[in-house]
């Protein structure tokens, strides 16, 4: 898969000048696009476009350095339809625009091209598992939250917090499938996965129960989602809270999918975690949606 992604690689420094069509960089990573743009992100710290981006607009900022072609010409080579998106871009980039980097010769940023190696470690096996489960619900209190990939997420914070203990009771009545008890579901993410992009986060259960199941006074009553059958692979996990849990995402990312025949397909996104009474330990089972590369 490495090997494959630094093809990629290769594609679009190549067309770093020319439309970049992902639909043909997954085709040369032998993936899907949906996969290849989660692989991506998680690998590399940011999106597949944000990356595109950076590096066209680094190549754009030596040619406006260089003096030899019109900034309108650079706009254009590079993707922008008008100076004034070039320009726009071109600040947001590199804290400055255009017409005064080449009147001043000021100090740019440089996206460094990317290259992907495995670093062999071995000091510890990833604990999972790999199963075929029917159609599922997800049900619970949902929200339309913002991506915030490292640090907490005050949106959560706040969700979970206003969910009366009442309810919370009343749905760990109605868990009765894998994974038990209350889980954080994630779902309709943005395929960039880029930061403050939106997703619907559900505090739930996985039930074959439904809301009309539940006999519910609350006036907005609880959200479902209704899963089809698939395959998942089921991540644990247990050590220091939260370390372990973000480490864990990061360690199938950049481990897990690279060395198995699977690859992530769109779906919801399940964690089950237990803590500590003292919240300093965590116990956590990650369930993501998988199909086998073909």
């Not at 809301?211 to 998942?232: C, F, I, R, S, Y």
């Not at 996990?237 to 950049?254: C, H, K, M, N, Y």
């Amino acid at each position: 898969m490495l090997e494959r992604l630094n093809q990629v690689m290769e594609h679009i420094e190549g067309r770093l000048d020319a439309p970049i069509d992902v639909t043909d960089l997954a085709r040369i990573a032998v993936t899907s696009e949906y996969h290849l743009r989660r692989m991506f992100s998680a690998l590399a710290g940011m999106p597949l476009s944000e990356y595109i981006r950076r590096r066209r607009l680094t190549v754009a900022g030596a040619e406006v350095l260089s003096g030899g072609d019109s900034l309108l010409e650079i706009a254009v080579r590079y993707g922008y339809g008008s100076g004034e998106a070039f320009a726009r871009a071109f600040r947001a980039l590199h804290g400055v625009g255009p017409g005064e980097a080449r009147r001043s010769g000021a100090a740019l940023v440089s996206q460094p091209r990317l290259s992907f190696r495995l670093t062999v470690e071995g000091s510890s096996s990833m604990r999972y598992r790999v199963t075929d489960r029917p159609a599922f619900t997800v049900l619970g209190v949902k929200a339309r939250i913002p991506l915030v990939r490292s640090g907490p997420n005050q949106a959560i914070i706040d969700l979970v917090r206003g969910i009366p203990r009442q309810t919370l009771e009343r749905l760990e009545k109605l868990s009765d499938q894998e994974p038990q008890g209350i889980v954080t579901v994630c779902d309709d993410l943005d395929p960039s996965r880029a930061e403050g992009t939106e997703l619907d986060y559900y505090h739930g259960v996985i039930t074959s129960a439904t809301d009309t199941d539940t006999d519910t006074t609350e006036p907005t009553g609880l959200a479902e989602l209704a899963v089809p059958a698939g395959t998942w692979a089921v991540f644990t996990t247990s050590g220091p809270a939260p370390e372990a849990i973000q480490e864990l995402w990061r360690d199938v990312f950049t481990q897990w999918f690279p060395s198995n025949p699977y690859r992530a397909r769109p779906g919801p996104e399940i964690l089950r975690t237990r803590l500590s009474p003292d919240g300093t330990h965590a116990d956590a089972e990650l369930w993501l949606p998988v199909e086998r590369e073909s």
